[in-house]
């Protein structure tokens, strides 16, 4: 694990622990698009490495290879760190110590997980709300000062949940449910593009050289590699490139082109980041990375 730091944004204000446990992309076959696009996430998110943890943007805490957060800053609703959370405690022995002081430090606070993933108070019940999360990971109100009691139990937070996510026994777990987010998010408007272009129902039956092309494989791993820090937006942008009824080959690239420069959030730098990892990672073809994801969009 290594040190936490304090870490400001915009105007918020926590504590950041990158992971040091590498997800190494030479053991996933070139040919399972859904994979690929897991491993891109992740690569974007937390640089393809297992541990990262962050409590610096108002979503409270943000775990796991592609950050599940805690809440949902717009509406502060509980995010999907917890139902993430359900996953891991009903894959993993009950022993297990990394995930034992989690929940004891969900007890301490008041607090257990139900059987479908809320966070609920223990004293009526209710639902945990996000000024209450915040309060609890990012103190006081997701600015965590530089130092004192509320740096001090941020710091131990992000601690306790590094160890359990830089546990291998949660890797699987931590892959299974990335991909399964990526499938169901915007699984809609995202079959709509399996079927037009590969006659399957979804991501998970893509198999390059079968059903998908070269092209069509890269650009929907971009788009999901997006899609995860902004489901919204990213699915306006898909819905739009759709619609201009494009064959195969002109949608890949009108999509890639549409997200890589889209002035939303940091995306063009984003687009640097998701590209520079797409030729390190040996998993694409380099005619077709060109091709595709040009340095200049």
């Excluded at 992309?25 to 698009?33: L, Q, R």
């Excluded at 592609?66 to 509406?75: E, N, S």
């Excluded at 607090?111 to 996000?130: C, E, F, H, I, M």
């Excluded at 399996?194 to 006659?199: A, G």
């Amino acid at each position: 694990m290594t040190q936490p730091t304090r870490v400001t944004y915009r105007t918020w204000a926590g504590i950041s622990i990158r992971g040091d446990i590498p997800w190494d992309p030479h053991t996933i076959k070139k040919e399972n698009h859904l994979d690929k696009a897991c491993w891109l996430t992740s690569a974007v998110e937390v640089g393809a490495k297992f541990g990262t943890v962050q409590s610096y943007d108002g979503a409270g805490i943000s775990c796991g290879i592609d950050q599940k957060i805690a809440l949902f800053p717009k509406t502060m609703l509980q995010g999907e760190l917890w139902k993430f959370l359900l996953k891991i405690e009903e894959g993993i022995p009950a022993s297990n110590p990394n995930l034992k002081a989690v929940l004891d430090g969900l007890d301490k606070a008041g607090w257990y997980l139900d059987t479908k993933g809320v966070l609920r108070q223990k004293s009526n019940g209710a639902p945990v709300n996000g000024q209450q999360l915040r309060a609890e990971f990012s103190p006081p109100n997701g600015v965590v000062p530089a130092s004192g009691p509320d740096f001090d139990k941020a710091v131990h937070w992000a601690q306790t949940m590094s160890r359990l996510m830089s546990d291998p026994v949660t890797f699987n777990i931590q892959t299974r449910q990335t991909k399964n987010d990526l499938l169901t998010s915007q699984k809609d408007l995202e079959s709509q593009v399996y079927s037009r272009y590969c006659h399957i129902v979804d991501a998970s039956a893509a198999v390059l050289g079968t059903n998908i092309t070269p092209e069509l494989d890269l650009a929907m791993c971009v788009y999901h590699s997006f899609s995860v820090n902004a489901p919204g937006k990213a699915r306006t942008v898909l819905q739009e490139v759709l619609n201009q009824g494009h064959g195969v080959l002109d949608f890949s690239k009108a999509l890639v082109k549409a997200l890589g420069t889209n002035t939303y959030a940091n995306w063009k730098e984003r687009y640097t980041r998701t590209r520079a990892n797409i030729i390190s990672s040996g998993l694409f073809d380099a005619a077709v990375i060109t091709n595709i994801t040009p340095a200049n969009l």
